[in-house]
C-alpha cells in the first residue's frame, strides 16, 4: 500500500510527483505499490549519459524525473579563460554530431560584438558547410532511432552517408569530426580544387539513395508504425510553453525556424521550406528529419550553383579584443535553436560565454510526456528528441 | 486445346492480366489520392498563423511596433509579476496552478517564446538577460541586475514554463535564488556534496590565458 508518508516522499523528490499518481485510491484499494527505477546513465539504448528516475506502475511510467550532468565538462567556464579566437575548438565539442553550427553559433556572436564584415564567399561556404553538418546529423539521428526500435539495418546506411561526408569534411577542413573550420571574420580556408564538384556529386547521389535506402525501408513498416504513431504526441501549446525548438516544435505544426525568420550569414539569399508535420508524434519528426534533409540538398544546390568568388577571411587583425557589450548569435542547429550570448569587458578573453543548446531546453519534455508511456516507449520519445549528451550537459 | 500450365486455375489469358494490373494500379493511385485529400484538407483546417489552441494575439505590423508593444508591455509590468510562491515541493497542484492563466500573461505581452537566461557576475552584483523571441522576427533583451552576496530574484516560470530549467541553471552556477519556482534543484552539479557555485567570478581555476602570457 502506498502510504501517506511515501506518497509526500515522492513528491518531495519531484515536487509535482504526488500530482501524477495515476489513481491512488485504485492503488490503495488492492494494495499495489509503484516501482522506483533508474534507467541510466550507463544504459546500452541511452543517448549519451544520461538517468532517468522513474516511478512505474507496472510498465507505465508515472513519474520521470530527469538527472543530467554526467558530461558537464564547463565549457562556459573554460570559455571565459581563453582567449576569442582559442574558444572556437571548445564549442566543437559541445554539440559533437553537429559541429560547425555550434561553431557558426559562437563566431556570429562574436563578429557582431567587432562589427565585423564577412566577406560573401565565406558566408556562402560556411552555409554550405552547415547544411552538410545538417544532413551529417539528421541521416543517423534517423539511424539511431530506428536501432533503438529494433531495426539494424538503417544505420549502417546512415553511418555510410556519415563517413562519405566526413570523407569531404576531412579534405575541406583536414579534421574528420571537430572541424575548427568557422573562424573569426570567415573560414579557416577556401574550398580546395575538385571539391565542389565531388560535393555536387554526392549530393546527386544521396537525393536518388534516400528514397529507396531510408524512405521505402523506413516508412511503410509496420513495426515502426506500432513503436512510433501517437507516441511522445504532443500538442503545439505544450510545445510553444515548453520552449521547443527545431524539429520537435515543427513536427507539431508550429512553423519556426531561425533560418527563415532570424536570417543570417548567406540564409538570407536561399530559397527553402519550413518543414512542418500536423501530429507532433515519433513518426512526425521522423518525417520532418526526411524533408529537411531534403530542403538541405536543395540549398546546397542552390549555393553550389551560385558560390561567389573572392577572399575567405576578412582582415580583422591578430590580436582580437572587442569593445565592452555583448553579441548575441543564433542559428538553427540540426536540434534547434542555438545561441551563444558572449558579454565582453574590453579584454582579450571573453567576460562571459553562455550556450543555449538547443538539447538542454528539449529534454525538459521528457518529463512532461513520458508519464503515461510504456517503459520501451521512452527510446523512441528519446529519438523524437535526438539529443546529444556533450550538448545538454555543456 | 490449350497446354497444361494454361489449364491450371491460375491461368489468366495476358490481357486480362494487363487489365487487372491497370485496374489494381487505378485503384491504389485513387486510394493514394484520397489519403493526400485528407491530408489536405486536415491542413486546410487549421486556423492561421501557429494554430494554437488558446486565444493568442498573433504578432501583428512592422518590428518597430510590435517592439513598442512589447516594450510597453514590460513597462507597465503586465505578465511581470511573481507568481505565488509556496514551500518548494510540498503542494500537489502546484505545477497546474503555476501553469494556469500563464497563457493569458504571456498573451497579452505578445512575445511567445523565451529563448535563454543569462546571468552575468559583476562581483557584488549581478546582470540577468532575458532574450524574448515572438517566433517571427522580433526580438526582446531584458536586462536587470541584483545586488548583493545571496540574490533573489521573482521566478519567471509561471510566464513561460520553460524557464524551469533555465533557472535552475542559473541558480547552480551562480546561486542566484528564484522566488516561486516549483522545483529549485541543482541541474548539473552535485545536489548533495558540492557547496560551490563554479561560474562565480571568485571560484577560480588556474590556466587563465591571455595575449601576455603566451610565451
Redesign the interface.
Known sequence: MLSEERR?ES??????A??RLANPDVRDEFGLETLDMSMGPQHPAMHGLLRLILELDGETVVRCDTV??YL?R?K??IS????YP?VIPITDRIDYMNNIAMEYGYVLAVEKLLDAEIPPRADAIRALMNEFGRIMSHIPSIGFLMLELGAFTPILYAFRERERIQNIFEAVTGARMMFHYIRIGGVKADLPEGIPEQMWNYIEGLEQRLQPDFVDLIEGNEIFIARTRGIGKM???KA??????GVPLRCT????DVRK??PYGWYKNLDFDVITD?EGDVEASYRVRIGEVKQSIRMIKQILEDLPEGEVMADLGR?IRPAEG?G?G?VESARG?Y?V?V?SDG???P??V?Y?TPC??N??LLQEIVPGHYLPDIMPIMGLIDPVSGAW?? | MPPASQTDVGWIPKEVKKKLKEQKKAEQAAAEADVQKKRLTRRARRPEGYGLGWPLTLPEGDLQTRLKRYLEGFATGMGWRSPRSREPGTDRDRAEDLTGGADDRAERLGVLHLSFITVVDRVGSFELTYELLDLRGGQVRVKTKVEGEEPVIDSVTGIYPTANWHEREAYDMFGVAFKGHPDLRRLYMWQDHFDHHPLLKSFEISTKRTFENLR
Open positions: 509526500i513528491a518531495a523528490l519531484s515536487g509535482r504526488a500530482g543530467m550532468g558537464h564547463s562556459e567556464k571565459e579563460n581563453r582567449m582559442a500538442t503545439q501549446e510553444v510553453e515548453m520552449g521547443l525548438t505544426g508550429a512553423e519556426f525568420h532570424y500536423t590580436r555583448d548575441i543564433r535553436e545561441a550570448h558579454v579584454s582579450d578573453t567576460y562571459r553562455h543555449r538542454t531546453v529534454m525538459q550537459d555543456k
